[in-house]
């Protein structure tokens, strides 16, 4: 980049908010995803949206690439600024702007984090649904440019169910306002859902209004061991088809169990094919309603074993399996891939099995958890990224895991997104004409490719 | 158009689906929306998608308007010819493909009437939320292209919140899949979201994905009559502070009161500011917690008069004051305009008296009813489109009425769409930046803008 953009930039920011140290450029380099890194020319941190829509216009103009960001949690490898260019962090805008208890909305900054956002909600008795595992981290701004989900996507959706309106600055440096604070708005195009999960490659958020729903009053936590995997699938459809919502409905598959009880010592059975963790949520007769329903359900299954939380001490043992789940994966070996390939409800014990098959012929480590509710597997492949003979295996495998999910019907991203990880399959999964749909979508909205380029999408 | 086009067209759908007889043209130059009508050159009535993909690329060549319809129940204009060309007539495409009760999804031809959508979806215990008012006549297709509401908007969401696939032809005669059975899904930009609700101007849907919800075991009705417009207003945020989100939270106000009077005698009084009815649904149990909350409320809140329905017959006579709100109107005069402006839930009080300050001052007839709970209001102007000069001050009242909407942070139309009606305000609510983003989307997939020409986003 010229020097000369450079002074531009530190006009508009200060200098202070213009990081060109090599120490700076490399944190800003890669994210949570392994196996992707590119330096940046730029770190530029604005403070309010005409900064923003100054650097975008600049950089528009000279058609330098704009990498926005927030905590870098992302498991696509979204942030990576693979062409180099300005990397845009979003970090202060960090206020949240108005909690309106009336309308059930807060306006906020995109720089808040996930979990600032959920002390304020808890305070007025309400909650923000979508829970990604990186809550604790995540910043409000990338859960929404990346549609995140969670725990309770079953029965409170993902991230787009609570978006109502976005402040949006395109690359040309314009200021949109979309949506608003109204329940039911059919006034043109819906661009607020389609800024929400576009990854950064349409504009830049930089205020959203998101909904917020009364918090549960009370919840109740099963778990429930099988021997036989098609009893867990059985069950999820049987909860589903007695009318039952779990908040949550997770499951771990063998591979997973093992690691996991041999890094924390729950008490699982080594030989046990899946692990369900339910949990129902509501007003106290409803949950103890569906709990009831949820046991008979199991026991009509033939679930092998069974614990009932009975209290919140109870309640957090029981998830501390399913929570030690990733740490226990990635504890085995150097490198984590953190996969979300996700099926129909109907089709996940199939696509367990399949990637059973899959991790015993290209010999790698995979273990599964996830959303079984919703669909939404987490197939975790570890390995060490220094050994190329098995990464080549690695990736064998996880082409395979990706044409499986989507032979089923499924989808190659239920909540981490595209990014660069899972382009290769963008157009196996959708067909040359979808892909050309959205293409000239983002050709549409930014015309000289400079947001996020190489992303979603990928060269267009 | 050209006879050489027709006989093209004849060959994709045979001659007998090619209609051009005079007395044709004239019943689809019109849809339910008063003082819009233009002759179409032909109405074409394809009944599988590789026909619909013909024809579209057909008129997409030499640039012949085609305007996508269902039924014709739209209430902005949405489905007239404005342009001549071709009216593409959908009712055949009337089967319903599948019910997928372990996924909670059925895919569905757009022809399907609402209701019978409804009917099979009770027999197994589920429901489709949305529910315009029109869902006897209205085909999914048609609703799922206007983002359709109805009364259950608060607890259940409109269509978008359901539709989770779409099959879509584009103007260039590509056929798209977007979205399909994931509950969880965030592989490339939401198409699905985009083209619901884009009203016929992106693409023309042939199949669709939906998703279906367990059905309430019960409900419970309540109507409450209120002297004071305020004392409804508080009652609302009242239910909202509460923690109670009811299936249907419906405000009449006076002028619609008296009219109902007149028309269905039920004892309502006539000097009442409001009248409330709210209903909950759920599990008995949540049932009578939530209708013994609002009962509190609304003594708090100094309800003049409390009628709880104890069966399913006082449920239907509570009911029927509501339901008897738009046709008491409409028999007032001859031309009923049922417009959808939409505030913010907090701002109702302040927006009905907005409307009745506007109704007094232009001198016309103003009942409003609609959603207090999601703050879709239905101001309904009674005229007689003969009478030129009031026709002068309708039109003057409407836009006074839009601004005072979009003043109130509000917009155009909560369930209704823009089509023709609301299109001379969307710059005003939405400002230059943004309708430039929507022309520019359009732009993208429709690039001889051939699909419903002039609506939504107008010329571009």
Not at 181 to 207: A, C, H, M, P
Not at 236 to 254: F, H, Q, R, S, Y
């Given at each position: 980049m010229q020097t000369l953009y450079m002074q531009e930039f530190q006009k508009i920011v200060g200098a202070e908010n213009v990081l060109t140290g090599q120490e700076d450029l490399f944190c800003y380099s890669y994210d949570a995803t392994p196996g992707y890194s590119h330096l940046p020319e730029a770190v530029i941190i604005p403070e309010n949206v005409q900064q923003v829509s100054a650097i975008l216009r600049l950089a528009n103009q000279h058609e330098i690439p704009v990498y926005p960001r927030g905590s870098g949690t992302n498991l696509s490898a979204g942030c990576v600024p693979l062409k180099g260019g300005i990397v845009l962090l979003m970090n202060r805008f960090d206020h949240i702007i108005d909690v309106d208890l009336e309308n059930l909305v807060v306006v906020t900054e995109p720089g808040v984090i996930v979990a600032d956002l959920n002390n304020i909600a808890a305070k007025h008795g309400l909650i923000y649904p979508p829970d990604p595992g990186t809550v604790a981290?995540?910043?409000?701004?990338?859960?929404?440019?990346?549609?995140?989900?969670?725990?309770?996507?079953?029965?409170?959706?993902?991230?787009?169910?609570?978006?109502?309106?976005?402040?949006?600055?395109?690359?040309?440096?314009?200021?949109?306002?979309?949506?608003?604070?109204?329940?039911?708005?059919?006034?043109?195009?819906?661009?607020?859902?389609?800024?929400?999960?576009?990854?950064?490659?349409?504009?830049?958020?930089?205020?959203?209004?998101?909904?917020?729903?009364?918090?549960?009053?009370?919840?109740?936590?099963?778990?429930?061991?099988?021997?036989?995997?098609?009893?867990a699938g059985?069950?999820?459809?049987?909860?589903?088809?007695?009318?039952?919502?779990?908040?949550?409905?997770?499951?771990?598959?063998?591979?997973?169990?093992r690691t996991v009880e041999d890094y924390a010592h729950v008490g699982l059975p080594l030989d046990a094919e899946a692990v369900l963790l339910i949990e129902v949520d509501g007003m106290p007769e409803v949950v103890a309603k569906e709990a009831n329903e949820v046991l008979r359900v199991l026991k009509t299954n033939h679930a092998d074993d069974i614990q009932v939380a009975q209290n919140d001490a109870e309640?957090?043992?029981?998830?501390?399996?399913?929570?030690?789940?990733?740490?226990?994966?990635?504890?085995?070996?150097?490198?984590?891939?953190?996969?979300?390939?996700?099926?129909?409800?109907?089709?996940?014990?199939?696509?367990?099995?399949?990637?059973?098959?899959?991790?015993?012929?290209?010999?790698?480590?995979?273990?599964?958890?996830?959303?079984?509710?919703?669909?939404?597997?987490?197939?975790?492949?570890?390995?060490?990224?220094?050994?190329?003979?098995?990464?080549?295996?690695?990736?064998?495998?996880?082409?395979?895991?990706?044409?499986?999910?989507?032979?089923?019907?499924?989808?190659?991203?239920?909540?981490?997104?595209?990014?660069?990880?899972?382009?290769?399959?963008?157009?196996?999964?959708?067909?040359s004409k979808v892909m050309d749909a959205m293409k000239s979508i983002k050709r549409a909205l930014d015309p000289n490719l400079i947001l996020n380029p190489g992303k979603l999408v990928g060269e267009c």
């Open positions: 981290t995540a910043t409000l701004g990338g859960t929404i440019a990346e549609n995140a989900g969670g725990l309770r996507g079953l029965k409170y959706g993902v991230s787009k169910h609570y978006v109502m309106g976005l402040e949006v600055v395109l690359a040309n440096g314009d200021i949109l306002h979309t949506g608003g604070r109204n329940v039911k708005d059919v006034s043109g195009y819906d661009l607020t859902k389609l800024f929400t999960g576009s990854e950064g490659t349409l504009g830049v958020i930089t205020q959203a209004t998101l909904k917020l729903v009364p918090a549960p009053e009370c919840k109740k936590s099963i778990m429930a061991v099988f021997k036989n995997l098609d009893n059985k069950t999820v459809a049987g909860i589903i088809a007695a009318k039952i919502t779990p908040a949550t409905l997770e499951i771990m598959d063998n591979a997973t169990i309640r957090d043992k029981l998830w501390a399996a399913r929570r030690a789940a990733l740490p226990a994966l990635a504890k085995l070996r150097p490198t984590t891939y953190v996969e979300d390939a996700t099926v129909p409800r109907s089709k996940v014990p199939e696509f367990l099995r399949e990637v059973s098959r899959i991790a015993k012929e290209f010999n790698v480590t995979i273990g599964t958890f996830g959303h079984a509710g919703d669909g939404n597997m987490h197939p975790t492949i570890v390995c060490d990224s220094r050994d190329l003979k098995e990464m080549e295996s690695v990736k064998k495998a996880m082409n395979e895991i990706f044409l499986s999910a989507i032979k089923l019907g499924g989808t190659l991203s239920g909540e981490h997104g595209i990014g660069l990880g899972k382009l290769p399959w963008m157009e196996q999964q959708h067909g």
